[in-house]
């Protein structure tokens, strides 16, 4: 069976901190891996990651893909509260003829000021 | 097994015109999504929802609107369509309430859409 593992399940850090969230995943056919903030009820996208070892950046956001080790990491420096968040970690895969997207349980960040 | 329809797999059409995408799922599930694709941005979130008549705006709503009449069908509206528009657009459902947390999400094939 498909599935995709975040850890921590949880994060309480101060304004200012560095955070490195963790995702692995075991899937047949993989296609991607995807980050996503949830803030409200559907998530919203942050990066895609197809090849391992080339970093994905954006602002203080950063991510990257190990096919190797079957895991992906979320960097964010210089943390903000706005960055707290639940941060998803989603895998596409295709099953039979069609794609589908695997979503691990999140990692729950909360930034205190 | 699982299957989510849309209706078609390729669409020209030009400026101005207006533009409807239509999604069909018969897994019974609560949420329905739509997302463009495009090269190097992965899926970006245009409106989804979660009930019949309900729905929300995603990351990238301007330009678009949807509608949810009955469960199994959720529709993307272009107005009025731009080139810019010009992407892949794909339906997606799950299954569990969202305010339960992320659910594994089902794709339809997709409809390639081309603006002139």
């Known amino acids: 069976e498909d599935k995709v593992v975040q850890s921590p399940l949880s994060l309480v850090v101060h304004e200012g901190d560095t955070v490195t969230l963790n995702c692995s995943y075991e899937?047949?056919?993989?296609?991607?891996l995807l980050w996503y903030k949830q803030e409200k009820k559907a998530p919203t996208f942050l990066f895609m990651l197809?090849?391992?070892?080339i970093e994905k950046k954006s602002g203080r956001l950063s991510s990257i893909l190990d096919k190797k080790e079957l895991s992906s990491i979320l960097n964010i420096t210089a943390t903000q509260t706005g960055d707290s968040a639940i941060y998803l970690c989603?895998?596409?895969?295709?099953?039979?003829?069609?794609?589908?997207?695997?979503f691990g349980k999140g990692t729950k960040l909360t930034v205190n000021p | 097994d699982v299957k989510v329809t849309q209706s078609s797999r390729y669409l020209v059409k030009r400026t101005g015109e207006k533009v409807f995408l239509e999604c069909v799922q018969d897994?019974?599930?609560?949420?329905m999504f739509w997302y463009r694709q495009d090269p190097g941005l992965g899926l970006r979130l245009i409106y989804f929802?979660?009930?019949?008549?309900?729905?929300e705006k995603g990351d990238i709503p301007e330009g678009y609107s949807v509608s949810r009449e009955k469960k199994e069908r959720f529709s993307l509206i272009l107005e009025s369509a731009s080139t810019n528009q010009t992407s892949m657009y794909l339906c997606?459902?799950?299954?569990?309430?969202?305010?339960?947390?992320?659910?594994?999400?089902?794709f339809g094939p997709g409809t390639r859409l081309t603006v002139l």
């Open positions: 997606a459902s799950s299954l569990a309430p969202l305010e339960l947390g992320p659910d594994t999400q089902y």
């Open positions: 899937v047949t056919n993989f296609r991607s």
């Open positions: 197809t090849s391992s070892g």
């Open positions: 989603a895998v596409e895969a295709r099953e039979g003829g069609s794609e589908k997207l695997v």
């Open positions: 897994m019974d599930h609560e949420n």
């Open positions: 929802s979660y009930d019949v008549k309900m729905k």
